[in-house]
């Protein structure tokens, strides 16, 4: 799922569709069943990833979560945090590698 809140001009983390194209061709060759949403919505991302999760009756979200201070430890990002709460299936959170 790629989503924007439509200011994707200056969204960096909303993919172009050279991006698009490039992650289709990859995902089509591993071999995995794949779908990508590539929408803008005027809702917060995790409420669009928790409402396709139930709408593809999804068995698992899998999330990545960036680097945090040591304050920021203690709180998760306030998306992965709501994904993780309001997901009726059970959600993987991923940290990036170092």
């Known amino acids: 799922m790629n989503t924007s809140t439509g200011a994707a001009s200056a969204d960096n983390r909303y993919v172009d569709d050279d991006q698009l194209a490039a992650l289709t061709a990859e995902l089509d060759g591993s071999g995995l069943d794949d779908e990508i949403t590539h929408n803008v919505q005027r809702k917060d991302p995790s ?6 999760a139930e709408e593809t009756n999804a068995e698992l979200i899998v999330i990545g979560l960036r680097r945090r201070t040591p304050v920021g430890k203690l709180i998760l990002g306030s998306q992965a945090q709501r994904v993780l709460l309001d997901a009726n299936c059970p959600v993987l959170a991923v940290k990036a590698p170092r």
Do not use: F, K, N, P
């Open 47 to 52: 409420d669009v990833l928790v409402d396709i």
